[in-house]
């Protein structure tokens, strides 16, 4: 079973990297062909030779064969100079202030020269929180008067208005409401003071930039130093683990290079069976993985909501190791407890970056539910810490939410938003293949979807068209919003239905063309994480900021664009390529029976998940957690092989 899930996970790669040459030529998959066959059957061995790799490397201790190793002089320098110089790296880098440091060191070029990153909903969401203030303080906004297409922010991301309360009400959850105020909040006030809304953003992405280097600066700092598994100087956190390092002296000194714990005396049989910081090597590997990818570089100025939960996720995946790794590593050594207490500040890391995820991305409530219910399977014992740190965040947000809701304080967000698929289905087919819709399909989607505009707006790699969205008067409408009623909507399913029984190869199609490129390797992302930080919205509306030293962010941009483009080369810069590389890690861990880590990781499966039922496809900026975390998710999975084999030892 294990090696079927296995094959299952390389096979939906290879399936989406063979249809992929189809899709982008706007084809079908009735035209799969031999060649298409070839490339699938490639890239299935690809995948699952890389999945058997990384299973026989971690039964065998991750002892890579030294005809592996670069002999070369090159090599030989590298390792020479990382040998002379671990231990100035190693002291560098056993902090989590001086982690932050290099992380603001390393990407201030970015903010200091781009000063932000952004797109239309930042601007949306601005005009969201200047409606609603507008109207509390005495002057009237447009509302349901019917005067135009387009009054309010609820039309550009159309809200049913059936769902519009009678009393004016202009916050939306529609981009999170408590970053619609903070953003909206900011922007407004800025406006408010300088005359634009440039110094406020600029604030906010200095803000979002200084979170970004303390979430990778924590968690890097929890897997390169393991400061949980040593005493500190107070004897408090985690000082129930033996440490990791001594000194020759026997006192506990973090990051200090020493001769391996099997040689060193002063170390106990207990504590050689613990992990050991991370080398030198793996420092710099990890830091440049974050310091050189422009994916992440340009995320942490980018005000899209994706980044700040991203870096987030950073942060909470961070502190899900430091609790998986004390029940783990205290399990090897002897003299060890089962489990060790979870000390009060991780507990509360975990709290907040909970609370930051649920607020910065809705689909966040998915995956923290997830996690609770696989950390009290795995590791019921601390079924307090979840319980604080998971179930009493997810229950105060979403209480929150449903308060403001029934107080008719903020308008929900239209369910239509999770029905991206099955809009792109209805389109495609309304466009492809007409005549096979039943009468009765029509009748019964004819007060919610307008057919004949539905197949001119259907494009295969965006559903936005087909949900309306757009602040143009004259945009097609689809769906039609402004009159369908909550009667009407639970007839959609069965209209859909019918709809895909009568033509399922278009409708496969629809969900093919609209999700493989997360999955194909080779295709070039339809908006990348670039396109934030050089596009018109900068331009037209906030001058300032688009001006800021003439040409250098159009430079910037062509120089990252060229480089994503670049075929081979180029995939590093593509988020697809950093979420198949985590769901192959995935499929190895299943193979090799990996269930605690599993149940820490599975979240990042539900991510995918949301990947594919997105709105677009091949976004770059849902992937942003799986590129963030996947150095970190690589060394948890190596030093999971090295634990593995001390307990068979």
Same mark, same amino acid.
């Given at each position: ?52 790799? $990384? ?58 020269? +781009? ?19 507008? #109207? ?45 105020? +903070? ?13 634009? /809304?440039?110094?406020?953003?600029? !604030? ?6 200084? %979170? ?41 000194? #973090? ?33 440049? !993985? ?26 909470? %995946? ?31 890391? $975990? ?18 539910? $997830? ?19 998971? +179930?009493?965040?997810?229950?105060? %947000? ?5 308060? +403001? ?25 309304? #466009? ?23 197949? #001119? ?48 190869? /278009? ?140 307990? !068979?030892?």
């Amino acid at each position: 079973m294990r090696w079927i899930l296995a094959a299952l996970a390389c096979l939906w790669l290879a399936l989406c990297t063979a249809v992929g040459p189809i899709y982008r030529a706007d084809g079908s998959i009735a035209d799969f062909s031999w060649g298409n066959a070839a490339i699938g059957i490639v890239a299935f061995a690809a995948y699952l030779g890389l999945v058997v790799g $990384l299973a026989r490397l971690s039964r065998g201790g991750w002892n890579i064969p030294k005809v592996v190793r670069s002999k070369g002089a090159a090599g030989g320098k590298l390792r020479g100079f990382l040998a002379r110089h671990e231990p100035a790296i190693v002291h560098a880098t056993d902090r989590t202030w001086k982690l932050v440091a290099v992380f603001i060191i390393g990407w201030l070029w970015c903010y200091v020269t +781009l000063l932000s990153a952004f797109g239309a909903d930042l601007f949306s969401q601005i005009r969201e929180f200047t409606s609603f203030w507008e #109207q509390a303080h005495g002057n009237p906004q447009t509302y349901l008067d019917g005067t135009g297409v387009v009054n309010t922010i609820m039309d550009v991301y159309p809200t049913a208005h059936y769902l519009w309360p009678a009393d004016p009400t202009f916050l939306t959850n529609q981009h999170n409401i408590l970053l619609t105020l +903070l953003y909206g909040g900011v922007a407004f006030a800025s406006r408010s003071l300088t005359g634009a /809304v440039d110094a406020g953003i600029i !604030l906010l992405s200095g803000l979002q930039f200084a %979170f970004a280097a303390f979430c990778c600066a924590a968690t890097a700092n929890r897997f390169l130093n393991m400061p949980f598994l040593r005493h500190d100087a107070s004897g408090s956190a985690g000082a129930s683990l033996p440490s990791a390092r001594h000194t020759a002296a026997g006192s506990p000194r #973090q990051g200090e290079p020493t001769e391996p714990m099997k040689n060193n005396p002063n170390i106990s049989t207990a504590e050689a069976a613990l992990p050991r910081p991370a080398s030198a090597t793996t420092r710099i590997v990890v830091l440049a !993985l974050l310091l050189l990818n422009p994916i992440v570089v340009t995320s942490t100025i980018a005000l899209t909501k994706s980044p700040l939960f991203a870096f987030a996720f950073v942060w909470w %995946f961070g502190v899900l190791y430091e609790i998986h790794a004390t029940k783990a590593f205290a399990g090897a050594a002897a003299d060890g407890p089962d489990a060790v207490p979870v000390p009060a500040r991780t507990v509360v890391a $975990l709290a907040v970056s909970t609370l930051v995820m649920l607020a910065s991305a809705k689909y966040a409530l998915y995956i923290v539910a $997830l996690q609770l219910v696989l950390a009290l399977l795995a590791d019921r014992r601390r079924w307090r810490t979840w319980a604080v740190a998971l +179930l009493i965040p997810l229950i105060a %947000f979403q209480g929150m939410l449903t308060a +403001l809701t029934a107080t008719n304080t903020i308008i929900n967000g239209d369910g239509i938003e999770s029905k991206g698929i099955q809009l792109q289905q209805i389109g495609r087919i309304a #466009q492809r293949d007409p005549g096979s819709i039943p009468q009765g399909a029509r009748e019964e989607i004819a007060p919610i979807v307008d057919l004949d505009a539905a197949a #001119q707006a259907y494009f295969p790699q965006d559903a936005d068209r087909m949900k309306s969205s757009g602040s143009a008067e004259d945009k097609l409408i689809a769906y039609k919003w402004q009159t369908v009623t909550a009667d009407d909507m639970t007839r959609f399913n069965d209209a859909w239905m019918q709809i895909v029984k009568a033509s399922p190869v /278009v409708a496969i199609d629809a969900l093919l063309a609209e999700c493989y490129g997360y999955f194909d390797v080779t295709d070039v992302p339809y908006v990348s994480a670039i396109y934030y930080m050089d596009n018109g919205v900068i331009k037209a509306n906030a001058p300032f900021i688009g001006g800021w030293l003439g040409g250098w962010r159009d430079a910037v941009a062509w120089v990252f664009n060229g480089w994503s483009h670049i075929p081979v080369l180029g995939w590093p810069v593509h988020g697809n390529f950093w979420t198949i590389l985590v769901l192959v890690v995935g499929a190895a861990e299943v193979v090799l029976r990996r269930w605690r880590a599993l149940a820490f990781h599975l979240p990042m499966l539900l991510l995918m998940g949301v990947m594919i039922t997105a709105p677009a496809n091949n976004f770059d900026r849902h992937m942003l957690p799986l590129v963030f975390v996947f150095a970190f998710l690589a060394l948890w999975f190596r030093r999971d092989a090295k634990t593995d084999m001390r307990r !068979l030892c």
